[in-house]
């Protein structure tokens, strides 16, 4: 089943998707034929059961694993034709990410770890979009602090930060709220919402939780490494609802 191209300027997309691990008998199919695309400046989730391929389908989204077959489009540029070299630089310029693991560097300062992409590049951030990203996250208190004297859900808003702080196209979140308490992990996805809706970011989110894709535009829902289903407007209760279908569908296999 291919989902319908939002109808707004596509950021991501996806064609013919599909990747392999191993082979003979041990291979398995992760994302089998993925057709998807993903709206600029929305907020988007992937959903679905364990072993459904939506982390497979993030990362080849986000140039981190590479396709067994089809193509990713970034804008105008096409990832799978690029090499090592030119994939690393697209990501570290155009690309955001936030993890489950906040992958934070210890030696360095809130502020400095903020600013890694850009000290990697030889850049320095515009200081109005500095002032709002920082702003934006809550963290103007927290610079000059080490990640161990930060709380969970102030890690976690130093990552985001630094998602933000390159201006990327998209930025790419798996399971951003797995390692947080519930409320810090409503901070976090808070924090996700208004980078879109404040400044015009684009966000794709891999979830395991419907109260977290309830923040989202919209929400693709993968089984079986295909997408099934597509919801708009996603409340917690049909987020629930489409999850607990996909479960029913899977107990009770393949049509007799």
Same mark, same amino acid.
């Given at each position: 089943m291919s989902v319908p191209p939002p109808a707004h300027h596509v950021a991501v997309a996806a064609r013919g998707l599909r990747r392999e691990y191993g082979s003979g008998t041990g291979r398995?199919?992760?994302?089998d034929g993925v057709d998807v695309e993903f709206a600029?400046?929305?907020?988007?989730?992937?959903?679905?059961? #364990?072993? #459904?391929?939506? #982390?497979?389908?993030?990362h080849c989204l986000a140039g981190l694993?590479?396709?067994?077959?089809?193509?990713?489009?970034?804008?105008?540029?096409?990832?799978t034709r690029l090499d090592d070299r030119r994939l690393t630089?697209?990501?570290?310029?155009?690309?955001?990410?936030?993890? @489950?693991?906040?992958?934070?560097?210890?030696?360095l300062t809130a502020e400095e770890n903020i600013m890694l992409p850009l000290a990697i590049a030889g850049r320095r951030p515009e200081p109005s979009w500095w002032r709002r990203v920082v702003t934006a996250v809550g963290l103007t208190d927290r610079l000059r602090h080490r990640p161990d004297e930060l709380s969970g859900g102030q890690q976690q808003r130093v990552a985001v930060a630094r998602?933000?702080?390159?201006r990327p196209q998209v930025i790419f979140a798996d399971e951003p709220t797995g390692n947080l308490d519930s409320r810090s992990g409503a901070e976090v996805l808070r924090l996700l919402r208004e980078a879109v809706d404040t400044l015009g @970011?684009?966000?794709?989110?891999?979830?395991?939780?419907?109260?977290?894709?309830?923040?989202?535009?919209?929400v693709v829902f993968l089984a079986d490494g295909r997408p099934v289903e597509d919801l708009t407007g996603p409340t917690v209760e049909r987020v629930f609802d489409t999850l607990a279908g996909l479960d029913a569908r899977a107990t009770a296999g393949p049509a007799r």
């Amino acid at each position: 089943m291919s989902v319908p191209p939002p109808a707004h300027h596509v950021a991501v997309a996806a064609r013919g998707l599909r990747r392999e691990y191993g082979s003979g008998t041990g291979r398995v199919v992760a994302l089998d034929g993925v057709d998807v695309e993903f709206a600029a400046g929305r907020f988007a989730a992937i959903m679905g059961p #364990s072993g #459904s391929g939506k #982390s497979t389908l993030l990362h080849c989204l986000a140039g981190l694993d590479r396709p067994t077959a089809g193509t990713v489009r970034l804008g105008d540029v096409e990832l799978t034709r690029l090499d090592d070299r030119r994939l690393t630089l697209l990501r570290r310029d155009r690309l955001g990410f936030v993890f @489950q693991r906040f992958n934070l560097l210890p030696a360095l300062t809130a502020e400095e770890n903020i600013m890694l992409p850009l000290a990697i590049a030889g850049r320095r951030p515009e200081p109005s979009w500095w002032r709002r990203v920082v702003t934006a996250v809550g963290l103007t208190d927290r610079l000059r602090h080490r990640p161990d004297e930060l709380s969970g859900g102030q890690q976690q808003r130093v990552a985001v930060a630094r998602a933000l702080i390159t201006r990327p196209q998209v930025i790419f979140a798996d399971e951003p709220t797995g390692n947080l308490d519930s409320r810090s992990g409503a901070e976090v996805l808070r924090l996700l919402r208004e980078a879109v809706d404040t400044l015009g @970011q684009t966000v794709v989110m891999v979830t395991h939780d419907p109260a977290a894709a309830a923040h989202a535009d919209r929400v693709v829902f993968l089984a079986d490494g295909r997408p099934v289903e597509d919801l708009t407007g996603p409340t917690v209760e049909r987020v629930f609802d489409t999850l607990a279908g996909l479960d029913a569908r899977a107990t009770a296999g393949p049509a007799r």
